[in-house]
């Protein structure tokens, strides 16, 4: 299986698994923007964007390893922080909830990407 068809397959199940959570716990979809914390989460999302793209050139030239952790990285912060403001602002809903099991499914695709490539 290539690289492409991998990440359209995971796509699809994510999808997938998005809508069997949902409907199993009854988390209805609700976003951060119909909040208070729309500017919060704009800010954060900004400043986390920007911080790993002015890292990025030094970490582009190293092993492959290291880049894929710094993706990680990226990924679990983003996720995290993303997890963190739903359970904030979004106090009667369980969205977090999805955010926790998407972040763990992201790592688990990026922790298998070298053996599909």
Do not use: C, H, P
Not at 24 to 31: N, P, Q, T
Not at 65 to 79: A, H, Q, R, T
Not at 101 to 112: E, R, T
Request: no cysteine.
């Amino acid at each position: 299986m290539g690289f492409f068809q991998f990440v359209i397959i995971f796509i699809l199940l994510s999808v997938l698994i998005e809508r069997v959570i949902r409907k199993r716990l009854g988390v209805e979809k609700k976003k951060i923007s119909e909040t208070a914390g729309k500017n919060v989460d704009r800010w954060g999302r900004g400043i986390i964007l920007v911080t790993f793209l002015a890292t990025f050139s030094y970490f582009i030239d190293k092993d492959d390893e290291i880049v894929k952790w710094y993706w990680i990285s990226y990924y679990v912060i983003l996720m995290g922080f993303q997890t963190y403001i739903q359970w904030k602002y979004l106090k009667d809903s369980k969205e977090y909830i999805l955010s926790l099991i998407f972040l763990v499914l992201g790592i688990v695709f990026l922790l298998s990407v070298d053996s599909v490539l």
